[in-house]
C-alpha cells in the first residue's frame, strides 16, 4: 500500500532523518502492506460498538497468545505466565528495573538493534558487550566470550532471537550451548522474539524458554504480533514469564506505571491476530521469502563487492559494503544522495556496523527491485 501521508515514520520522516524525501524507504522495520483483514474488521467492529471504555483482559486473548506460542513454536505455557507491554522495547526496559540494580552490568550481543544500548544507559546499569563472531561465514554467538563477561553484578543477558540486524535464526544447538551457561553462571536471559514468526523456510525459531523448566524458570520472553502482523501502532507487547517470583517482579513495575493492560484497541488487534491470520502470515512468509531470493541473487550478481550472509528470518537484512571503500558516513552519504534510498546506518547498531546498512525487504517487489537497483546503478557509475 501507499504508505506516504499516513503519519507513517518510515515514508513521512524521511526529510527529518535523511534530510531529503524523495527517498525510497528501506528503514524501519515495518512494512508496506496493510494489516490483516480480520484484524481491520474486529478494530471496526469494535470502534462500531461505540465504547472504548476501559476493558478487561478476556480469557479469549490468553488463549489465542497461549494458542499461537503452542502451534507456531511447540512451547506449552500456561494462561496465567502472559502478562503485557506497551512495546517490546518498554517491556525490556521495565525488565532491567525489575531484575537488575543501578550499575549492574548488561550483557548484549552486538551488532544488535540500537534501543538495546539507550535503555541500558538510561536505567544507569552498564552496557557489556560480546560481540558476535564470524563462524562457517555466518555471524555466531561467542558463548566463550559470554561466559568470561559474567560476575555477580553482570548476570542478565539480552538475547536477540532472531537477531535484529544479522537476521540469524538461533539454532537449538547454539540455543542448548547457551543454556548451559546460564544454568552454570546462573544468567537471567530478557529474551526479545519480536521477530520469532518471520522467520523462512530453511530455518526454525526456537523459544529459549522452552527448551527446559531449567531455562523456562530464568528466562523472561517478549514477543508481539506487531512485526508479524504489521501491526507495531497498535503499541501491544506480551510478556511470557512462566516462573512466578520473576512475574511478580515484572508486574510490580507495570503496576507502578498503572501499565498492566493493553489498550481496548491492543487487545482485539492481538487476541484477532493471534486467532485469526496464521494464513495470513503463511502467505506473507511466501512472499517475504521470494523477496529474500530476489535480493540475495541481486547482492551478489550485481553488487559484487557487497555481501550478505544468507538471511534465515526477520524482513531487515544486513549488507555489508565495506568492499566498496566505504565507511559509515561516506556510506550513508552515497545511499542517500547518490542512490536514494533510505536504509538504516549500520553503525547505529554498534561500531561492528561500520560500513555495512540494513535494508527492509517488507515492500512489494517491485519497489525492492527499483530500490536494488538504484543502489547497484549508483555503485557502478563510481566505479
Ligand atoms: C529486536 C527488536 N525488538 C524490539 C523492536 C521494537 O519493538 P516495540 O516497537 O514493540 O518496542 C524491534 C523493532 O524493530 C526489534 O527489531
Known amino acids: 500500500m501507499e504508505r506516504r501521508g499516513t503519519n507513517c515514520e518510515k515514508w513521512d520522516y524521511l526529510e527529518e532523518e535523511f534530510g531529503k524525501s524523495d527517498l525510497l524507504a528501506l528503514w524501519v522495520a515495518d512494512m508496506d502492506f496493510p494489516a490483516p483483514p480480520e484484524v481491520l474488521k474486529a478494530l471496526h467492529n469494535k470502534i462500531d460498538e461505540g465504547a472504548l471504555g476501559y476493558p478487561i483482559t478476556p480469557d479469549s486473548l490468553l488463549e489465542a497468545v497461549t494458542g499461537w506460542q503452542k502451534k507456531r513454536h511447540g512451547w506449552e505455557i500456561g494462561k496465567e505466565s502472559v502478562t503485557w507491554a506497551p512495546g517490546v522495547v518498554a ?15 548488561v550483557i548484549i550481543q552486538t551488532p544488535v538493534y540500537p534501543p538495546f544500548y539507550a535503555i541500558i544507559n538510561d536505567a544507569g546499569r552498564r552496557i557489556v558487550k560480546n560481540p558476535l563472531k564470524r563462524e562457517n561465514g555466518r ?14 553484578t553482570c548476570r542478565t543477558l539480552i538475547l536477540c532471537s532472531p537477531h535484529n540486524p544479522v537476521a540469524r535464526v538461533w539454532t537449538r544447538k547454539e540455543l542448548d550451548a547457551l543454556a548451559e551457561i546460564a544454568k552454570r553462571k546462573d544468567i537471567l536471559v530478557i529474551s526479545d522474539e519480536i521477530h520469532q514468526d518471520l522467520v523462512f523456510s530453511d530455518a526454525k525459531h526456537i523459544c529459549i524458554a522452552s527448551l527446559s523448566d531449567q531455562m523456562s524458570s530464568r528466562t523472561v520472553t517478549f514477543v508481539a504480533p506487531s512485526k508479524t502482523f504489521n501491526i507495531a501502532g497498535m503499541k501491544a507487547s506480551v510478556a511470557l514469564i512462566p516462573d512466578e517470583k520473576l512475574r511478580f517482579r515484572y508486574k510490580s513495575v507495570l503496576d507502578r506505571f498503572h501499565l498492566g ?15 485469526e491470520c496464521a494464513e495470513w502470515l503463511d502467505e506473507l512468509m511466501a512472499y517475504l521469502e521470494e523477496n529474500r531470493e530476489m535480493t540475495e541473487k541481486f547482492v551478489k550478481e550485481r553488487m559484487p563487492k557487497a555481501r550478505m550472509d544468507h538471511p534465515e528470518g526477520t524482513y531487515i537484512f544486513w549488507i555489508d559494503f565495506r568492499g566498496y571503500g566505504f565507511n559509515s558516513e561516506t556510506l550513508m552519504d552515497f545511499l542517500v544522495n547518490e542512490a536514494k534510498v ?17 535494508i527492509n525487504i517488507g515492500t512489494n517487489r517491485a519497489q525492492l527491485k527499483e530500490a536494488l537497483e538504484r543502489i ?8
Do not use: C
Not at 91 to 105: E, I, N, R, V, Y
Not at 343 to 357: C, M, R
Open 91 to 105: 517491556g525490556l526496559a521495565f525488565s532491567l528495573m525489575a531484575f537488575t540494580k543501578p550499575g549492574d552490568g
Open 139 to 152: 555471524f555466531a554467538m561467542d558463548l566463550e566470550g559470554l561466559e568470561k563477561l559474567v560476575t555477580p
Open 261 to 275: 493492560s493493553l489498550s481496548i484497541l491492543g487487545l482485539t488487534a492481538t487476541e484477532t491476530a493471534y486467532a
Open 342 to 358: 533510505a536504509l538504516n546506518n549500520g553503525s547505529n547498531f554498534g561500531t561492528e556496523g561500520e560500513g555495512f546498512a540494513r
Open 376 to 383: 547497484a546503478v549508483a555503485l557502478q557509475s563510481r566505479a
